[in-house]
Structures are given as structure tokens and as C-alpha cells.
């Protein structure tokens, strides 16, 4: 629950995008600087009940109906301090001021260009290193800003609301991703050379990376419940939002560069090829997901830190690299975003807010699935991303199949990026939930009989 500060600065963001208002002309319209207005914008200071009655005169509505939440005050303001018919309505998630969102070539004087939420950036061999400014409000509040803004323009229209959000997932979430990396310890590249094995082999194929996608069932249990000899009752896990939890990953920083041997640095990240040895425990899957062909194939860097600690822990034969191409790498690249839509989706959650836990799940969903080569994102192209970040789902889903059949409880299937079977007291071992360290319970069978 949101404190009556944090949603005062809340409704101040969200009146300003709607009335397309800039920090100047609010702190003179209601007698302070603009230093002041942003310092409580930020939190760093507090706002005054004399600096709530002139916020709600100049916005045109009562004190207590500025005070009633972004949501309720937007649907107040007059319908004169509203855009005028015909004009732009896209809320920008991220500061116009933004050198990133600046076009490369000046636009032509007889057609002035308007101001998108993030405008397409040409592809690049040469890493660029724009300056962002910082956002106006806290990251959570960004995406909140832009809820309370579409139910508005919608009229209160849930479903109409949610539509737009979802249209406007990709340069949404890549403006979420811009303000995230402000004051960043590490300048990542946008458009680095692309690597010969990360480029398609075809126009409607797909590159050489495994991604480790499981498919797997106990062949044992199955023939043997098959036979008459077993039955259990399954439980079936769903995982929650595997691909948000993802974006904590080891991911490269710039361009990556080729190498050759046995020689695997924590501190780099990439995609490997490697012979991955032999899988010794036939009761619990592989990392390396549903493939069946021998001999050495491309990997990523997470399915490798699996099969290596799966090594240590005598699960597998330490697999074997034969070479690389790797980048200095960061776990904290995404860190900050994915933190913030975290934020939002357990707030989400806890209010039953349908419109906003879709909007998030749109928005990291479209993120890993646009980042390669998408003609929906033009703001990055990495595909060595998509492919650490979707490994990394796999992984960690591996890593909930191995904390249950450590516990004691039998794995009977893993599945897809968030489906895992267990037989056996699964309570005791994963929390019950919607949130991103909890699991949701599916559907119960029994192995044997209803199977």
C-alpha cells in the first residue's frame, strides 16, 4: 500500500502528462522552483498542505480530490486543461529531454516532427554512449504514471485501456529500460557487430544457439505407470513469471569477441561451443533441455554455469568448451528495471488490477521477445540477450526441478519455460502464490490412473 506522499507524487506525475505540463511551469504556477517541485517529486522533500490546496487551484478541483489518487484526479481535471481534440496523446514513459530520444538527422521544416515516446535509432557497428536524463518520478512510478494516463484517455474503459497499454509494451518498456540505466555503472551497446553464429541461417530460421528448452518426462515412472506397477497422485507447478525473473542474468556488456579453449571466465558472458560430457542422473533432467543429438553444440552462458555446477555436484561430466564469443558481462544490466516491474506486478497483484498486471506481463514479455531482431523494436539489437535471457528461464526452472528432487519429492515432468510435475508434499518445499518467488498449483492428476 502506497503511502499518501508517494501517491500525492503519483497524481502530480500523472497530471502532468496528461496536461503535457513541464516542472517549470507547475513550481511557477504554484510558487516554487523547479529545483523545489523536483526535489519533492523525488521524495526528497515533502509536499505542504498550502502546496496541495494551490496544486488542486491550479489543476481546476478540490484539494481532497487531488489527494484521492492519480486515478480519481485525472477523471477531475476540467475538460479545458485537457489536450485539445486531434492532438497526440501518447504519454512519453520516459523525459522528452533525453539526448537517446533525439532524432539523428534534423526533421524537415515543413513538417515538424512530434515528440514519440522513444524514437527509432538507426543501427550501428560503433557502440554509442548517449547521455539520458533522469526520470521525473521513481521507475514503479513510470509504469503507473502511464495506467492511470490510458484508463483516463480510455474513460474508465478497463478493457479499452488495456489494449493500448499492450500496443504500446515495446517502446514503453524500452523507455523503462533508458531511464533504469541512468547513473549506470556500465555503458552497454545497443547495436554491436553481430557474431557470424547469433545471424539467422535463413531468412525464416533460426541461428545455431540451444536455448535449453525442456522437454522432459521420467521415462521410468511413466512405463511403470503404464504397466500397472505405480500410482501417484502429480501435482502440476506453474512458475511465476519466468521471464520477469529472468532478467536477472549474466548478460555481455558490449561487442563479443572470439576465443578458443577450455577456459571459462566468470566475469565474461556469451555463447559457447561445447562437447557437454554425459548427463549421469536419469531421475532428474538435464540443463541442457530436450535435445538428443551427441557431439557439441552452441550454448549460452547461463546453460553453461548450470552444466558446470551439475559437474561439481557429480550430476554430469564437467563439459568440455571448445570456444567462445564473450563480452565483460554485468548480473545488474536489467537489475533495476526488473526490480521496478516487480514492484508494480506484486501491487498489481494485491489490488486485483487486472489492466496493470497484463500491461506488465506485455511489457518484459515483448522486452526479451523484441530485443534480437525485431521490426517492433528498432531501439536494440542484441540476440545474444534474448537467448542468455530465455536460457536463463530454462535455468531456473531447472534449478526449482533440483530443489525439489533434493527435498525428496519425485519430478515426474518438466516442460516449456514454467511447468514443473512433482509428486509428494511440494508445499513444504515452494511457497504458494502469484509472486515471483512463490509457484500456483495448475491441476492435480494421478500417474497410473487419469494420467
Known sequence: MMSTEETLRLTVAALMQL????????????????????????????????????????????????????THAVGCLPAARRPTAGAQTAVPLAPQASARSAPRRAAPTAAPAPAPALAAVASSSVPRTPRRAAPAGS??????????????????????????????????????????????????????????ILQKRSQKGSDAIWEGRPKWRSADLHRAARAGHITMDVTALDMNAAYLAALKTWLPIGKLTHSEGDHHDPKRSGVHLVDPGEWLTPDLPSPLGSRQEPGPLWITEPTLRALIRCAGMDL????????????????????????????????????????????????????????????????????????????????????????????????VQVSGTDELHVAGDWQSVFPEGRGLSQVKAKNIYTLGGNE
Open 19 to 70: 496536461t503535457r505540463e513541464r516542472q517549470p511551469d507547475v513550481a511557477a504556477a504554484i510558487g516554487l522552483t523547479q529545483p523545489q517541485l523536483s526535489r519533492r517529486q523525488s521524495g526528497k522533500s515533502a509536499w505542504t498542505l498550502t502546496d496541495c490546496d494551490r496544486l488542486a487551484a491550479h489543476w481546476g478541483m478540490s484539494t481532497l480530490d487531488l489527494l484521492a489518487g492519480p
Open 139 to 196: 521507475l514503479p512510478d513510470l509504469v503507473r504514471v502511464r495506467v492511470a494516463v490510458a484508463l483516463t484517455e480510455a474513460g474508465g474503459d478497463a478493457d479499452a485501456a488495456q489494449a493500448a497499454l499492450i500496443k504500446r509494451a515495446v517502446p514503453d518498456v524500452m523507455a523503462l529500460f533508458a531511464a533504469s540505466r541512468v547513473g549506470g555503472r556500465y555503458e552497454h551497446s545497443e547495436f554491436p557487430p553481430t557474431a557470424g
Open 316 to 411: 554430469c561430466s564437467r563439459p568440455k568448451i571448445m570456444e567462445s564469443w564473450t563480452s565483460g558481462a554485468s548480473e545488474g544490466l536489467l537489475e533495476k528495471m526488473r526490480r521496478a516491474l516487480v514492484t508494480v506486478r506484486d501491487e498489481a497483484i494485491a489490488d486485483k488490477d487486472e489492466v496493470t498486471m497484463e500491461y506488465v506481463k506485455s511489457m518484459y514479455s515483448k522486452f526479451v521477445s523484441t530485443i534480437g531482431e525485431s521490426a517492433a523494436n528498432r531501439e536494440i539489437r542484441r540476440p545474444d540477450w534474448m537467448h542468455i535471457i530465455r536460457s536463463q528461464a530454462f535455468v531456473n526452472l531447472w534449478l526449482k526441478a533440483h530443489k525439489a528432487h533434493r527435498a525428496g519429492l519425485t519430478v
